[in-house]
């Protein structure tokens, strides 16, 4: 195959499916792409390919976890939980207006706030194990007026800032960097106030070979995902 | 990706498919650190990579009782709906007339033996990188920038100062080419 010479009918199937599957197609030419998905097993089954072998790429990608927010958001839109202080469309109308009314509402109030400060407990599917293993971390900047500690039981990681937040308009990113030559993984944005909490993913494993960083990024965090600014704290665990 | 885990999200995705929201918890759990990876390098944005992460669980959760049919890996399965979204997202910001990046195929029911196909992809990934070094660094570039960032053709003209005919004829052969090697 060189550069002239045209492709045959069967490399021409080839690339329309992997153009498809990059959706790299416009207009007409993408609708009958489409449309021919459903009456031609082969083509769908070479759009299915190019998608797996593709796939590969992203495999490659630094992981980047996600705010604690974003789950709570995702449970919020799919009705499995509810919103901060909502109302309960099911309720009563009278049924609020009674003193058990409003000890319920306080439950109510109480339990909603737990499960937003606490986004990242372990699930029915991962109970902690009584004595799981717990490390901490102290983080400290180079003039020690940044200060930040990391406490992990089990897979139930929580970070705080005691001090020296980043200045305006700027954020301290969070990093986990697994063993000497890992690529680190954003845990997220530090917030400026109270802690962050959140569930380790598979793959990430607390151990004393593991270390905690921080870099100073853009407010928000990096754009990218990849770390963009300099380190101004890092630290290892140590086992409790 | 071991059979172990493979296997081990083939079962959650079986689940939220009934509608277990632990299972659904599990699997945002192991996945989403990686999916959100894969929004942030479409679009390069927090907030609206946040944004979609978001859209695709919950594409996910509803999505979840037409997984087994379609005879994709999960992990292909949650990246391609991922990157998608992304790209979906990405075009509706420049205005661009929406080009589909196609969640179809993933929606027609494969009648391949599942356990085959798999192992086809495994070894197909394994060779990916290799392949792709084997390919002229522009080119394998734009790949990389096609899949990974949502690249268009026009991007890719852009970027090499190149006519879209041009940049279209040699990123088809690259593909050509990268197939052939993948699947010796």
């Not at chain 1, 305006?168 to 802690?195: C, L, N, Q, Y």
């Not at chain 1, 990218?224 to 086992?239: D, E, K, N, R, Y």
């Not at chain 2, 790209?87 to 179809?104: F, N, V």
Request: charged residues 20%; negative net charge; aromatic residues 4%.
């Amino acid at each position: 195959m060189t550069p002239d010479t045209p492709l045959t009918p069967a490399e021409d199937d080839e690339v329309l499916a992997a153009e498809l599957a990059l959706g790299l197609l416009d207009g007409a030419v993408a609708e009958a792409a489409v449309a021919r998905l459903s009456q031609d097993p082969g083509f769908a089954r070479a759009v299915r390919g190019w998608q797996e072998r593709l796939a590969g790429l992203a495999e490659g990608l630094t992981p980047v976890m996600a705010p604690a927010r974003a789950r709570q958001a995702i449970r919020e839109r799919l009705g499995h939980a509810r919103p901060p202080l909502a109302n309960d469309p099911t309720a009563r109308p009278a049924w609020w207006r009674g003193p058990a009314g409003w000890l319920a509402g306080l439950l109510a109030v109480a339990a909603t706030v737990a499960l937003l400060w606490q986004p990242g407990q372990p699930g029915p599917e991962a109970p902690m194990a009584p004595g799981a293993p717990v490390y901490q971390a102290q983080l400290s900047g180079a003039d020690a007026v940044l200060q930040a500690a990391a406490r992990i039981e089990g897979r139930d990681v929580r970070i705080a800032l005691e001090s020296g937040a980043a200045p305006e308009g700027r954020d301290w990113e969070v990093w986990w960097i697994g063993s000497e030559d890992a690529t680190p993984v954003s845990m997220g944005v530090m917030p400026r106030d109270g802690e962050m909490r959140m569930t380790l993913p598979e793959g990430m494993e607390p151990s004393p070979l593991v270390r905690l960083a921080l870099s100073d990024e853009p407010a928000g965090g990096s754009p990218t995902g990849q770390a963009t600014g300099p380190v101004v704290a890092i630290a290892g665990l140590t086992a409790l | 990706m071991t059979d172990a885990r493979r296997s081990h999200l083939e079962s959650l995705i079986s689940r939220v498919a009934l509608g277990d929201r632990a299972a659904f918890d599990a699997l945002y759990d192991a996945t989403s650190a990686k999916l959100h990876a894969v929004c942030l390098s479409v679009l390069k944005d927090r907030p609206e990579a946040e944004e979609t992460l978001q859209e695709v669980y919950i594409r996910i959760w509803q999505g979840a009782a037409r997984y087994a049919a379609n005879g994709l890996s999960p992990m292909t399965w949650l990246i391609t709906i991922a990157r998608n979204r992304s790209i979906d997202r990405l075009r509706a910001r420049s205005a661009r007339p929406p080009t589909a990046p196609e969640d179809a195929a993933a929606q027609v029911a494969s009648g391949d033996p599942t356990p085959e196909s798999a192992t086809i992809a495994a070894q197909e990934r394994r060779m990916l990188d290799e392949c792709l070094a084997q390919l002229a660094a522009p080119q394998a570039g734009a790949v990389r920038a096609v899949y990974l960032e949502g690249f268009s053709y026009a991007d890719l003209a852009e970027r090499e100062g190149l006519p879209i005919n041009t940049v279209r004829s040699w990123l088809r052969r690259s593909l050509l080419r990268l197939k052939d090697c993948v699947t010796q």
